[in-house]
């Protein structure tokens, strides 16, 4: 699908439904009060996620929302600090008022509306095992980056990790191109099978991230048989206001420091949002000292101009990000650490990697059903530099279309059809080279339907078929054959069951079973080369098959005021799994352009049967309104059952423990201070191939907060630490650490970094 193909659609589909688009216009008014004192609840913030509107209370806990559709039913969540949110369902062609009556809670409600699913709902009504993350949480956690942040809060989520600039997604043992990143309703395209690829997001944009556990690929393609990582924007204030927020922090290990500022309005309906970021940091500290070369830098700015009337909502997004990255390239007994790493300048190697795109969110309402379109096109260029010039320089242009009706509702049942598609395009620009330049296609289409009945029982079901066309590009280098170029294409069918149980306010129960499948994507049908970042060739197979998986789960959450939690199991067997894998003494020798010779081990992909299973929950005791003890936990076994022994990069199984004190002190609003013990077990089921065993370790972490007024706006400040022991360790998914093919040589072994404190302020903005 070309970008002119695209337009033209644009032209053809969306402009007659603006011109029909003057529908009668309603409104949506109530008022949001204490259970208990029956008085108003000033500065409730109520959402319609549907419709991307949200809105705040005023002093008397009266909201209105204005130029609504005339037609439709849509989830209405009303929420604020201290109560159980709510959520409620509003026909607004009846019109009249919501209220909203909250109740005082020790704890907010774990129940919140997820938006990354087929149908948008509530979390107790939705069998997808899903964790919504809040800006708040994301701001406390003492990270380096999103994934990182992620990894902290929510069960079955790690982290592939190549130092601390680069954080790769891991949901159930799974990553890579197995786990989907949206940003802006579109799946995040950039070369994420690599190792050392992280995410060219900006960590700052989140106001919210919904994680998806277990397959996705009914929605979102083959991609995501292993889940999906939803990063959400702000919302549209109500009409008339203009809100924004300036954040920034200092982190000591690497000196990171992070600043970024958001300014978002609504005048009459024409909506509008503005971001710029930057990030800085020096070489990540170590308790043996600086690891070398590997600081990093980024910049990010990002905008949305659009529309949210009676007719739905249009809205374009477009956003620039660009970072580069060191690396070390070190030598058998070469030092891998430094006294003084403070330096912000980059040495080579190093990448420059810029990611652009445009992407235009649609949700046109028509009678009583809904067209959400979603419409996409990014570049990403990828450089990896061993002097000015790029050495790899990959350029990918990816095209893509999502598109799902909303049938109108009757008898219970909510039923959608889909439809997407995507057009990439892969250029070599470099003088070295890993993967051939290559076109993909792809197109799926899936019919999904979620029944209700007496409220408390809920049953979906679903069907996708996807067709996948690869075509690598035949290359040569001074009459040699570089790629030998390869033609496929994979089509198959991937269905999904689910149900759920609300047996009371806090208990209930969600099940899902399905079969999924993805296809080898280019880089392992074609990679021949040197892989920068990585110190390894790697030689792809286009004779690879599509992984297919068959993947069940079972969750229990329940609530009972001072405890609450939940108990998940999980199961996914994958016939021939894809990964790349090595044996000592397979090598060979490279001469680079400049006329030096290096040895590299070859890594080569195959298949094999996998089997997945685990468990994951959290178990939280809040015994007073200012004490909370909070535990999260998950464990995964991966065995590769054609050759009898594990698959390699599982996390390590992790207990999460934090005692949060929140006493309720005059001058201060929101106070905290907690501590908290990540603790890690000792993973040794590896693939002894080529990696080896990491010991169990324990870290320290802490923090302490507040709200502050600062005239009419409230100053949060906090101080969050890390690893506060500065405990020597290796993580299990520290792509640094030691490697069996380089046992002869342990100063290969690079440690996770040592201590780290964190101070930072988040100001929200209310202008006007």
Not at 44 to 67: H, K
Not at 260 to 267: D, W
Not at 415 to 424: C, K, N, Q, R
Not at 489 to 510: D, I, M, P, Q
Request: contains cysteine; charged residues 20%; aromatic residues 12%.
């Amino acid at each position: 699908m070309k970008l002119k193909s695209v337009c033209s659609f644009l032209l053809a589909v969306i402009l007659p439904i603006f011109l029909y688009g003057h529908a009668m216009a309603t409104e949506l008014s109530g008022k949001v009060t204490d259970s208990q004192s029956k008085q108003g609840v000033p500065g409730a913030t109520v959402t319609i996620a549907q419709l991307r509107l949200t809105t705040v209370a005023d002093v008397n806990g009266n909201y209105t929302f204005r130029s609504l559709p005339s037609k439709g039913r849509f989830l209405v969540e009303a929420r604020s600090v201290g109560y159980k949110s709510i959520i409620k369902t509003v026909d607004v062609s009846t019109g009249g008022s919501l209220d909203f009556s909250l109740s005082p809670s020790i704890v907010e409600t774990r129940e919140v509306v997820i938006t990354g699913t087929p149908i948008t709902g509530n979390s107790k009504s939705n069998s997808t095992s899903a964790a919504s993350v809040s800006k708040d949480q994301l701001l406390s956690a003492s990270s380096t980056n999103l994934i990182d942040a992620l990894s902290k809060q929510v069960p079955g989520v790690g982290q592939i990790t190549t130092g601390g600039a680069i954080s790769k997604p891991v949901i159930r043992g799974l990553s890579y191109n197995r786990v989907v990143t949206l940003s802006d309703g579109v799946k995040q395209e950039g070369q994420q099978w690599g190792d050392e690829h992280g995410l060219e997001i900006d960590q700052n944009q989140g106001d919210r991230v919904e994680v998806l556990r277990g397959a996705s690929s009914l929605l979102y393609g083959s991609d995501a048989i292993g889940g999906v990582v939803n990063i959400l924007e702000p919302l549209a204030p109500a009409e008339g206001h203009i809100k924004g927020e300036v954040l920034s922090s200092y982190a000591t290990n690497n000196g990171l420091s992070n600043n970024s500022v958001m300014l978002t309005g609504n005048q009459g309906g024409f909506v509008w949002r503005g971001r710029a970021s930057y990030q800085n940091a020096y070489d990540f500290k170590t308790p043996d000292g600086y690891y070398i070369n590997s600081g990093f830098n980024n910049t990010s700015l990002s905008g949305m101009l659009g529309l949210n009337k009676s007719w739905g909502y249009s809205h374009l997004n477009f956003s620039y990000f660009k970072n580069n990255i060191g690396f070390y390239d070190s030598d058998p007994g070469d030092p891998l650490y430094t006294t003084d790493g403070t330096n912000r300048t980059l040495d080579y190697p190093r990448q420059d990697i810029r990611h652009y795109k445009l992407a235009m969110n649609n949700n046109f309402l028509i009678g009583t059903g809904s067209l959400k379109l979603d419409l996409g096109y990014q570049k990403n260029q990828r450089r990896e530099l061993d002097s000015p010039t790029p050495a790899l320089f990959f350029d990918l242009n990816t095209y893509s279309l999502d598109a799902k009706y909303y049938l109108p509702e009757g008898n219970g049942w909510q039923p959608i059809i889909g439809l997407s598609t995507s057009d990439e395009h892969s250029l070599n620009k470099g003088t070295e080279f890993l993967v051939p330049a290559y076109d993909q296609f792809a197109i799926g289409a899936f019919g999904y339907a979620k029944k209700t009945w007496n409220e408390n029982n809920t049953f979906n079901l679903g069907l996708r078929y996807d067709y996948i066309n690869n075509n690598g590009k035949a290359f040569s280098v001074d009459g040699e054959q570089k790629f030998t170029g390869f033609k496929n294409s994979f089509s198959n069918l991937s269905g999904a069951l689910g149900y759920t149980h609300v047996f009371s306010e806090g208990l209930n129960f969600k099940a899902n079973a399905g079969s999924a499948f993805r296809a080898p994507n280019p880089a392992e049908l074609g990679s021949n080369g040197v892989h920068e970042g990585t110190s390894r060739y790697e030689i792809g197979n286009p004779n690879l098959s599509p992984e297919r998986s068959y993947q069940a789960d079972a969750t229990l959450e329940f609530d009972a005021g001072m405890l609450n939690g939940s108990f998940g199991v999980y199961e996914n067997y994958i016939h021939d799994y894809i990964y790349a894998s090595a044996h000592k003494g397979d090598q060979i020798t490279v001469i680079n352009d400049s006329g030096n010779s290096q040895t590299f081990d070859v890594y080569r992909y195959g298949q094999v049967n996998a089997n997945l299973y685990g468990v994951e929950g959290s178990l939280n005791l809040h015994p007073t309104k200012f004490l909370h003890l909070d535990n999260t936990y998950s464990y995964t076994h991966a065995e590769n059952r054609s050759f009898d022994r594990p698959l390699p990069l599982i996390p390590a199984g992790v207990i999460h423990n934090t005692l949060r004190f929140e006493p309720k002190i005059k001058a201060l609003k929101d106070f905290y201070a907690s501590v908290g013990l990540d603790n890690y077990f000792k993973q040794y089921r590896i693939d002894d191939t080529f990696e080896t065993p990491t010991n169990a370790y324990t870290l320290i972490n802490a923090g302490i907060g507040a709200t502050f007024k600062l005239g009419a706006q409230p100053l949060k400040i906090y101080v969050s630490g890390n690893n506060l022991t500065n405990k020597a360790y290796y993580d299990a998914l520290n792509r640094l650490r030691p490697g069996r093919l380089s046992q002869e040589d342990p100063t290969y072994g690079v440690l996770n970094p040592g201590r780290n404190i964190t101070f930072g302020f988040y100001l929200p903005l209310n202008i006007k």
